[in-house]
């Protein structure tokens, strides 16, 4: 009898455990399924979605760090956790991995919502690539008006953005439209959080604003002047602060040897004395060019996730390397 009991305790006690275990096991999964699922191209999205949304969502990203939109392919398993998304927020711009992705997307997960960021923004021309005239850096760019969305979400993913910069990001005041278009779709998905994202977003625009006033004061006095980058990812900032963007790269390719020799004369005749490089990409070009100008290789970073704090240390080494 004694041992029937003893019997009895144990399988109880085993039957507890394996509850509870159950039940942790339940919670840990219905945590997971109450955070809406967001998916973003690039990383300073991350910090735009998570500050308007902030533990309510779980954001995924397709561009890891180190890694260029202009080339990167996304692995199996990312497009695997698209399929748990409810919303892309796509840059919407024309940079590569979106064009190359957005049309696998609809097979992958059909009812996820998709939100191009550059809705509401113009889109301007890349740099005009002839280093041999002074003119071709007059960089006036003229804004492209087809390309001025009035849509919110997009059904069509054939862009066809050919010739225009892709890197809205880079300016404050294009920023803020991507703000606004993620909080429309966040709050299309959930009506119920409504309140909270506004006073996010308001309160994340708000820094922005702060942002602009601190880059406007660092460049103080200095529009007009021009600054050397490798790759052509700083036209809309140039734009915005009233500088002038110096390209190396020639339409995504290296620069020849012809082209090599008008950028140092260029730089030389400007008087540039850095030449900005993107984080973590080859300086091999760039180097050789400050060796023939006498200047250095500083780098820089379009993509990183500290948007704020990562634009403010960008125009920092922009207003010592300016000419």
Not at 8 to 36: F, K, P, R, Y
Not at 170 to 183: F, L, Q
Request: aromatic letters at 6%; one cysteine or more; proline letters at 5%.
């Amino acid at each position: 009898m004694k041992k029937t009991l003893l019997a009895l305790t144990m399988l109880l006690l085993i039957c507890i455990i394996l509850t509870a275990g159950c039940a942790d096991e339940q919670n840990i999964s219905g945590t997971a399924s109450d955070s809406m699922v967001v998916a973003v191209s690039i990383l300073p999205q991350v910090e735009f979605v998570e500050k308007i949304a902030g533990d309510n969502v779980e954001v995924i990203v397709m561009v890891p760090p180190g890694a260029s939109p202009h080339s990167y392919e996304p692995t199996p398993s990312q497009l695997t956790s698209l399929s748990k998304a409810q919303m892309y927020a796509m840059v919407g711009s024309g940079i590569t991995v979106e064009d190359a992705l957005m049309g696998k997307i609809a097979g992958l997960n059909p009812d996820m919502m998709i939100v191009d960021c550059s809705a509401g923004i113009k889109l301007v021309g890349m740099e005009p690539h002839s280093h041999g005239d002074e003119d071709d850096h007059d960089h006036e760019h003229e804004a492209v008006d087809d390309h001025d969305h009035e849509h919110e979400a997009v059904d069509d993913h054939d862009h066809d953005h050919t010739g225009l910069d892709p890197h809205i990001w880079t300016s404050p005041d294009n920023v803020k439209v991507m703000v606004e278009n993620i909080y429309n779709g966040l709050v299309a998905l959930d009506p119920e959080n409504e309140a909270t994202y506004l006073e996010n977003k308001n309160a994340y625009l708000a820094e922005l604003d702060a942002l602009d006033a601190e880059i406007r004061t660092t460049l103080s006095g200095k529009e007009g002047s021009s600054f050397m980058v490798y790759h052509p990812a700083w036209g809309y900032f140039a734009n915005h602060y009233g500088l002038i963007q110096v390209p190396v790269e020639i339409e995504g390719k290296e620069p020849s040897v012809s082209d090599m020799k008008n950028v140092i004369d260029l730089a030389k005749e400007k008087g540039i004395k850095v030449v900005f490089v993107q984080t973590g990409f080859s300086t091999v070009s760039a180097s050789a060019i400050a060796n023939e100008i006498g200047g250095e290789v500083v780098e820089i970073d379009p993509l990183a996730k500290d948007y704020i704090g990562n634009l403010a240390k960008v125009a920092e080494a922009f207003e010592k390397g300016l000419a």
